[in-house]
């Protein structure tokens, strides 16, 4: 999930935190559309448990423009592992068809700082993923993110994703204004025990760019009870053309 976005942030504020904004957004339109990025992915193949995909054969095969990489996952029954290629096509329909993503406009009120405990130990949460029919994965959650939102306490639960908290939230704009499975946001230290998080930052998973992704699902603690008017609405493409690909 970290190709969805960069998410290179400083510790402290900027002096043009909507300068900074509009870096960021420049910066995701560039990767989302690159040659690996979330609109280039037009198949995922997995393979049967124990077998491994021959990826210099893949490549080889592959044409011109197309870009083959590896995957593995965790069978949801059995637990065996299993791995899989990915194709991704650097002129691919949804590259050719896609417009800009439609975002909520900048808002301060939106920067909001949280407190951060961490969990000793390997805690894991079980996240349920978009195309696993109802089933759920355990994610490394280490630590609890605390808030209160227009006199509401939440404890959020952002789980590692390579060295960074990931955060997979929901609220009431979903399926409205914004992305219907919610939205990712990246979460910052910004000192001993305390985060913060930037809703303007916000922005819609990979699986709102391409259906080859298995995007987490926000878990019930990860539900806003007030819309979230910042950040990522949707992608935008050309008239007819399908989102999520």
């Not at 989302?32 to 037009?42: C, D, H, I, P, Q």
């Not at 961490?118 to 195309?131: K, L, N, Q, S, T």
Request: proline share 9%; glycine share 10%; hydrophobic share 35%.
């Amino acid at each position: 999930m970290s190709e969805a976005v960069s998410h290179a942030a400083l510790d402290q504020p900027t002096l043009d935190p909507a300068g900074e904004w509009e870096a960021w957004r420049i910066e995701r339109r560039r990767s989302v559309t690159s040659s690996t990025g979330n609109l280039a992915l037009v198949e995922t193949r997995w393979f049967p448990a124990g077998e491994r995909p021959d990826l210099d054969v893949a490549r080889a095969g592959a044409p011109e423009g197309v870009t083959v990489t590896t995957l593995g996952r965790t069978d949801l029954v059995t637990g065996r592992p299993e791995h899989g290629l990915r194709f991704w096509d650097a002129r691919s329909p949804a590259i050719r068809n896609f417009e800009h993503i439609e975002v909520f406009p900048y808002d301060p009120a939106w920067v909001l700082e949280a407190s951060y405990t961490p969990v000793p130990g390997a805690r894991r949460v079980a996240f349920e993923h978009i195309r696993d029919n109802s089933g759920t994965r355990d994610l490394v959650v280490p630590g609890d993110i605390s808030l209160t939102v227009d006199g509401h306490d939440y404890t959020l639960s952002a789980f590692d994703d390579d060295g960074t908290l990931l955060l997979v939230f929901g609220d009431p704009t979903n399926g409205e204004s914004t992305y219907g499975a919610g939205r990712f946001l990246f979460v910052t230290h910004t000192g001993e025990g305390r985060v913060r998080l930037d809703f303007n930052r916000a922005f819609v998973p990979p699986c709102g760019f391409s259906d080859q992704y298995n995007c987490p699902m926000p878990p019930r603690q990860n539900r806003f009870h007030l819309p979230v008017r910042a950040g990522e609405k949707r992608p935008v493409f050309r008239g007819g053309f399908p989102a999520q690909h």
